[in-house]
């Protein structure tokens, strides 16, 4: 398996890291950390060095239940730090995490390489087509409503086989908008209670009838703090454990924010599967 991001090919067949870049002032575990350009860019750096092959740009926290940002501010926060970054580091593969198809636009145009979008096209009906036309990789993630609902709709008979069915019709749509390079993104913790975020792990493997790469983000996710009785801050270990699943049952991407510890649990992966 292999992307192409904008002539540069990306082969998975050892899988990859993902670094979380939020320019946000409320994600989750990192909000409001990196304020500055000086901040922003020693951050890139550090997981630079640290292995990451992507770096995951996000300007609208997607945590239940947060504020509304307007498509103007998303860019606002957006578009400078990524001609920041290219400025000083023109080789990284920035990944622009949102659901706006004109924030996806312009990002690309600003030299972002790939498309991350929660809602799998559904909360801008202009989104396949718009990256069809970019010629991009897209991060399509399973999710139910938007985040402010999400959390109301976790219902589900089957959840993985809802899922599979879900990224058919997403796979099918996104291929006939002329997307070529599609990854799939489970979404721990959107619309999933914790038992179903254990069971859709339990069962990844599952997700490669795809036939695309998969990535996984579990990185400090309540599915692992709230199991361990403790938080965000002192769940490194217990995301990398999950890593080390999710690698597993066939990840190519690992979505995270600790760069050097998802690299060192793709190294070793490797030196098991080859031995």
Known sequence: MTLNCRGKLIDLEIPKVMGILNCTPDSFYDGGKYKNEE?????????????ATFIDLGAYSSKPNVAFVSESEESSRLLPVIECILKNFPDTLLSVDTFRSEVARKS???????INDISGGSLDENMMQTVGN??????????KGNPQTMQFLANYESIVKEMLFYFSEKISQARGFGINDIIVDPGFGFAKTL??????????????????????????????YKTLQTDAQNSLNGTTFLNAIALQKGAKILRVHDVKEAVECVKLFENLKNN
Not at 108 to 114: F, P
């Open 39 to 51: 901040e922003i860019l020693i951050q890139v750096e550090k997981m630079l060095i640290d292995g």
């Open 108 to 114: 690309i145009e600003s030299g972002a390489v790939i």
């Open 134 to 143: 970019l010629k991009v990789p897209y991060i399509m993630m399973h999710m």
């Open 195 to 224: 038992h179903h975020n254990f069971e859709v792990m339990q069962k990844l493997e599952l997700l490669q009838f795809l036939e695309v790469p998969l990535l996984v983000g579990i990185s400090r996710k309540s599915m692992i």
